[in-house]
Structures are given as structure tokens and as C-alpha cells.
């Protein structure tokens, strides 16, 4: 027998449909009730029960009970990594289950990945950050400048006992580009949300710019000069690649 981590276990766990809806559902980092999980799955409650033990026997999912109802979340953040590294390659390899439509589009400009933010918002987060020197490769992951450290702390971030790692990047389905991962993203996604930057969707992981989160964004994520569409409009919202909600 071959020795090692079982991965085929891990595969078969993650590869039958109505466990993938599962656990795809549970992305946005917000624990969801058996009855819940079952209307994502598209399947029974008894079926989804026997889908919940599988995933929560296999380390996928944490169950929690309260009162009459069992909540379920993703077992760690790594869980939620691997999620999203496979939707990647799954929408590189153009393994798409239906044809995108206004929905993706939300999707694809921002949403939440386990508790950070994700599509080309967080992209964007991630590639003005290293562009202005703020972020830095260093051997086992990203690290902060000092630059960095400043401009995080003007933005409202207390970085005095952030836990280490504190940077990671997470490959973005959608874009197939890193976005901010780890505490720093997550902090960020709630130091944005905290100052009205979002609206979270009715129905799904999108977040929707407000209009002075979308001018704020603007402001302090700027596009590359390469990026910025072609024009002399002086109008910063032309120049942005997402529509705000009122």
C-alpha cells in the first residue's frame, strides 16, 4: 500500500455533484442549516443529511447544533482554498455548469471568498498593492513593506496583532489571477464592509459597490495605467470597472 496523504478520499468526497453545491454554498464563510444546504444541493433533506455526515466525517465541515437546528460551516480556511483553486481550474479548463449570465457578472466584479474579497475587486486589491510596492514575495508566502504597513494603517487597519501568516494569496476562480487571502483579506473585506464599501447580495456571494465605496475603492486600489480605458474623461467613475448600488 502506498503511503502518504489519501487524496482519493478527499476527491470522492468533493466530487459528487450535490456535495460540491454543498460546499460551494458555504463559500462565503457564513454557517448554513441542513435545510439550507439541501435547497443549494438541490436534493432531499434525508439525502443531504447523508452528505452532510460524509463531508463532516472527512474533515470538510464542522457541525454546530443549536436548538433545533444543526449549522454547518467549512472545517478551516485551507477547506475553503482548496474549494476555490479547484473552481479555478474547473472554469480554466471551461467545466462551466450553465452560460454566464447577469448573475455571474456580479459574481465575476466581487464576492466573497470565505470571508474575504474575491472576483476583480479583489484582484484589483491585490495587484494595486504589489504594484505600488506595499506587497513583496518572500520565501512561504507575501509579506508587508513598510509602505504597506502605513497605508494599511491609514486605511483604518490595526495591524499590531495581526497573526502570522498575515498575507496570502488565493487563486480567484473567476479571473484566475491571486486575490488577497489570509487575515489581511479577511480584515480588509470587514474594514470595507464596516465602512459601507458593500451591500451583500439577496441571494448569492455577491457584493455590490456602493457609490461611495465605489469611489473610495477607486481612490485607494487605483488601476494600473496600462488598465484604465482609453479617453480623456476626467469622471473617476468612468474609470472604474464596476457599477455601484444605489
Given at each position: 500500500m502506498k503511503e502518504?496523504?489519501?487524496?482519493?478520499?478527499?476527491?470522492?468526497?468533493?466530487?459528487?455533484?450535490?456535495?460540491?453545491?454543498?460546499?460551494?454554498?458555504?463559500?462565503?464563510?457564513?454557517?448554513?442549516?441542513?435545510?439550507?444546504?439541501?435547497?443549494?444541493?438541490?436534493?432531499?433533506?434525508?439525502?443531504?443529511s447523508s452528505h452532510l455526515t460524509r463531508l463532516t466525517d472527512g474533515g470538510l465541515l464542522n457541525m454546530v447544533s443549536q436548538g433545533r437546528?444543526?449549522?454547518?460551516?467549512?472545517?478551516?480556511?485551507?477547506?475553503?482554498?482548496?474549494?476555490?483553486?479547484?473552481?479555478?481550474?474547473?472554469?480554466?479548463?471551461?467545466?462551466?455548469?450553465?452560460?454566464?449570465?447577469?448573475?455571474?457578472?456580479?459574481?465575476?466584479?466581487?464576492?466573497?471568498?470565505?470571508?474575504?474579497?474575491?472576483?476583480?475587486?479583489?484582484?484589483?486589491?491585490?495587484?494595486?498593492?504589489?504594484?505600488?510596492?506595499?506587497?513583496?514575495?518572500?520565501?512561504?508566502?507575501?509579506?508587508l513593506s513598510p509602505s504597506g504597513t502605513a497605508f494599511l494603517q491609514r486605511l483604518g487597519l490595526d495591524l499590531a496583532a495581526a497573526p502570522a501568516p498575515y498575507c496570502k494569496t488565493c487563486l480567484d476562480w473567476s479571473e484566475r489571477r491571486p486575490h488577497l487571502g489570509g487575515p489581511m483579506g479577511r480584515a480588509l473585506l470587514s474594514l470595507f464592509l464596516a465602512k459601507g464599501w458593500f451591500k451583500p447580495g439577496d441571494d448569492s456571494r455577491a457584493l455590490h459597490f456602493t457609490p461611495v465605496g465605489l469611489q473610495e475603492f477607486d481612490r485607494c486600489f487605483p488601476l494600473h495605467e496600462g488598465e484604465r480605458p482609453s479617453g480623456n474623461t476626467t469622471d473617476q467613475s468612468h474609470d472604474s470597472l464596476f457599477i455601484a448600488t444605489a
Open positions: 502518504g496523504p489519501d487524496i482519493a478520499r478527499i476527491a470522492a468526497l468533493i466530487g459528487d455533484p450535490a456535495r460540491a453545491n454543498i460546499l460551494t454554498a458555504l463559500m462565503e464563510g457564513m454557517a448554513l442549516t441542513a435545510g439550507e444546504l439541501a435547497r443549494e444541493a438541490g436534493v432531499t433533506p434525508q439525502t443531504a437546528h444543526r449549522y454547518f460551516a467549512l472545517a478551516s480556511p485551507e477547506v475553503a482554498q482548496m474549494i476555490e483553486a479547484l473552481m479555478g481550474l474547473a472554469a480554466a479548463a471551461g467545466h462551466l455548469r450553465h452560460r454566464p449570465g447577469p448573475r455571474d457578472e456580479r459574481l465575476r466584479a466581487a464576492r466573497r471568498c470565505y470571508h474575504h474579497l474575491a472576483g476583480k475587486a479583489g484582484v484589483r486589491m491585490h495587484d494595486s498593492l504589489a504594484a505600488r510596492g506595499f506587497l513583496h514575495q518572500r520565501p512561504g508566502g507575501l509579506a
